[in-house]
């Protein structure tokens, strides 16, 4: 599980382009959106990207991914209950 | 109704938000130059700018630097000119798309391709809710946002105006534009100049821009024709307006260059290196033309 | 203040070319909406509006050789601002409006997609690379009419058109020129088409404006072009008005690059611009083509816009013929121009396709039926892009 929500920080900062933020910075469990990170409905589509590249999880309905987007620690338990690889 | 420069800002080949140029220009190389990028954190948080290219983040530092120059934090207007938009994210995503397949792709290089994201993120980091567009004719891009604004302070519709040229060039598509014949020799280089004008004539006001003409495949005899026109409507007769040297062996080449050359005699008019009345002509290969007339203040 | 006629218009849209068929669609409550027939992509499964003819048939409508340069943008662009040119009256032969402004956001993308790999790896198509930037687009337009003194073009994504009239007409009220031509023109694009499916807001089934089961929109594609005229021009030429374009409003939502604000802040100030542009009052008009895309985020913040508007109780009707002709981006903003001059010349209030369920969060549900309580002397339309670049415009009997 360490290793995955490493592994998830790392992705993230790539596709998301937060340059300057390590991660160390990034607290997997505080709030991704609108608090903490402060990302937004693009960055939301782009983490749905990442889930079905890097995971292979489909996620079609980005309303519904809210809950599973809450934190790099939700994505995780989401990632590792649900991936097919 | 009179319509003033009172600040311009560029980040270019040349030293970034400042005017090194005008003693000691950096030489240029071909065939390819790209900006000297200024210190985007002071404009700038990485949360903001996560999703920005060069371009964009270059198009808010000229912006907000010539915000802050004239103390005019919401222009009455917001005018892009741009040839290419954002090439560097259009390129990124139409690789993905051709090489990858038409899955997965990334969102942010597609909002990011499109030419008014640069005029909608200015907008959006000035908190502007003004009139707002983006020009995207070729060489004279930049002139068809100028002529917009001005025609809006004609209209009594705004007393200031933002207006930039912003193009970026990234080596493939340089590579591309070189393979078309293009460049013809020339080093092309990268364009972020803003400009705030307003309807008020101050203490620091660069230069005075008195009309702005576009013209497609004008003949020798249509273009003679508008400068004689325009000249005499201004009361300035044709043999006074002075077309100086051009900037392009100090700045480069590149879609929206002409904003150097205001830039360039705005900063020279200024300091009373130009005489009083300055024609800047204009021809994109061939088939589009513009003729800015400018005075001094 | 200079008043600015329409005398002519040129439309190409799914649902034909030229206004007679369009008109005819319309009040038959017919949809060009439907499977992709032209465009080659994996996504087939997402109906889309396209003109009804390939590439190679509308270069032998247009009667440009095989050989010659062109995209299906420009060919669209040129069927459109043929008809406009010639409902205003003008021939062959007469001297055309100095002034071409177009608005168009993919340029020359369709063949820069198709030969983008061949651009980079082999020389065999190196002619198309600088057909790729918007710019070629209205340079191919205008030339194949001829001396067009004056060419520029728009882009602020889907309301480039509508910027391109406005840009029109106030080269008119300054007088800069008595007569000018605007409009926009784009063909549908596996780039676009792609982009807008990496939002995850295009609906795979026909799109249903302001109903509250809406999933998004369906991309169309299409040309129209309106004729300018200032009033001392229409005398001189002794040519029969259409309208008025009679106000406009531009304005900038400045809230994010892809999403519309919660109640539509820069929709209500391009609405409000436009109405006192025209200095008429929001109970004056009498029909609201709307931008009505389709997607959840815009039906909501534009209706809200226009109950803030025009009162909650007092919202005149509305209706989105993108339930029609589909969205056509970068043309949308003269496309529904045409449609909304239609819609007062003849009297009619477009249809919205496909309405069943009110939204909850509106006063208002869009219009089901066509006849206009009172006959109309005003109409709206609204064009917003992406990054929040909002235009209204107002058309207005004579």
């Known amino acids: ?64 991914s809210k809950d599973i987007f809450r934190s790099i620690a939700t994505m995780a338990e989401y990632i590792q209950a649900n991936s097919s690889r | 109704m009179p319509v003033y420069i009172q600040s311009a800002a560029q980040i270019s080949v040349q030293n970034p938000l400042c005017d090194d140029w005008l003693i000691d220009p950096i030489a240029l190389h071909l065939p390819l130059q790209r900006a000297i990028e200024a210190d985007y954190k002071r404009f700038l948080d990485p949360i903001a700018s996560r999703r920005m290219g060069r371009i964009l983040k270059r198009a808010i530092a000229t912006a907000v630097t010539v915000v802050e120059n004239s103390g005019i934090e919401q222009p009455d207007a917001i005018l892009v000119g741009t040839g290419l938009g954002c090439i560097e994210n259009t390129e990124k995503f139409l690789l993905a798309m051709l090489q990858d397949g038409e899955t997965l792709l990334s969102p942010t290089y597609f909002i990011n391709s499109t030419h008014n994201t640069i005029s909608s993120h200015i907008a959006i980091h000035l908190a502007c809710h003004a009139y707002n567009s983006t020009y995207v004719h070729l060489g004279i891009s930049f002139e068809s946002a100028l002529l917009d604004a001005f025609m809006q ?99 480069g080449e590149s879609f929206t260059n002409q904003a150097f050359e205001l830039y360039a005699a705005a900063v020279k008019l200024q300091r009373g290196l130009l005489d009083d009345y300055v024609l800047l002509v204009n021809n994109y290969k061939g088939t589009e033309t513009s003729l800015l007339f400018l005075s001094k203040c | 203040m200079v008043k600015v006629y329409v005398t002519g218009y040129g439309i190409v849209s799914a649902l034909g070319i030229g206004a007679p068929p369009t008109l005819e669609a319309l009040r038959n409550r017919r949809s060009g909406i439907g499977p992709i027939r032209w465009l080659k992509t994996i996504h087939s499964h997402l109906p889309c509006a396209e ?155 026909p799109c249903r404006p302001f109903d509250a089961t809406r999933a998004g929109l369906n991309l169309g594609e299409g040309a129209a072009y309106l004729v300018l005229e200032s009033e001392d021009s229409v005398k001189a030429r002794g040519a029969t008005p259409i309208c008025l374009l009679s106000g406009y409003g531009n304005a900038c939502d400045a809230y994010h690059q892809t999403a519309s604000s919660p109640e539509g802040d820069g929709a209500v100030l391009s609405m409000k611009k436009a109405l006192q542009d025209a200095a008429l009052r929001p109970e004056d008009i009498g029909y609201i083509n709307a931008h009505g895309t389709g997607t959840p985020n815009n039906d909501i913040s534009e209706g809200l816009a226009l109950m803030r508007v025009f009162g909650t109780e007092s919202v005149p009707p509305v209706s989105s013929t993108k339930s029609y002709t589909g969205h056509t981006t970068s043309a949308a903003g003269s496309v529904e121009a045409v449609i909304s001059i239609l819609a007062l010349q003849h009297n009619f209030l477009p249809v919205n396709l496909n309405f ?3 939204m909850q969060e509106l006063s208002f549900c869009p219009i089901t039926d066509e006849n206009p309580i009172r006959p109309l002397k005003h109409v709206m339309t609204n064009s917003f892009g992406f990054g929040g670049n909002d235009t209204t415009t107002l058309f207005s009997k004579i």
């Open chain 3, 356 to 358: 069943k369920h009110p």
């Open chain 3, 51 to 205: 003109v009804a003819f390939s590439t190679e048939q509308l270069r032998e409508i247009t009667g440009i050789p095989a050989g010659t340069i062109t995209t299906r943008t420009a060919l669209m662009g040129i069927l459109a601002l043929k008809e406009a040119l010639e409902t205003s009256g003008w021939s062959k032969g007469a001297s055309l409006p100095p002034v071409l402004i177009s608005g168009t956001t993919v340029g020359g993308m369709e063949n820069t997609e198709a030969f983008f790999l061949d651009f980079i790896e082999n020389n065999s198509r190196n002619e198309y690379i600088l057909a790729h930037d918007c710019g070629v687009c209205t340079q191919m337009i205008a030339d194949y009419f001829g001396a067009i003194d004056t060419l520029s073009t728009i882009s602020t994504a889907c309301s480039s058109a509508a910027n391109a009239m406005v840009m029109a007409a106030d080269m008119i009220r300054t007088g800069r020129t008595s007569m000018a031509v605007a409009g926009g023109s784009e063909c549908l694009s596996k780039f676009h088409l792609n982009g807008f499916h990496t939002l995850r807001i295009l609906d795979k089934d």
């Open chain 2, 153 to 251: 302070f004609q209209l009594g519709r705004i007393r200031s105006a933002l207006v930039g040229a912003h193009d970026e060039m990234v080596p493939l598509y340089f590579s591309l534009l070189e393979k078309a014949g293009f460049w013809e020799g020339k080093t092309a280089a990268e364009t972020a100049v803003s400009f705030m004008l307003s309807d008020e004539k101050k203490e620091n006001s660069m230069a005075e821009i008195k009309e702005v003409v576009l013209l497609h495949r004008p003949s020798e005899e249509r273009l003679m024709q508008a400068i004689e026109q325009t000249a005499s409507r201004l009361g300035i007769p044709k043999e006074k307006w002075i077309i100086p040297p051009s900037v392009k062996p100090i700045f």
């Open chain 1, 1 to 64: 599980m360490e290793q995955l929500i490493l592994d998830l920080k790392k992705q993230i900062i790539e596709v998301l382009n937060l340059e300057d933020i390590t991660p160390e910075d990034i607290d997997e469990n505080a709030p991704l959106f609108v608090e903490g990170l402060g990302l937004d409905s693009i960055d939301a589509l782009e983490l749905i990207v990442l889930m079905e590249k890097q995971y292979g999880i489909k996620l079609e309905d980005p309303g519904k």
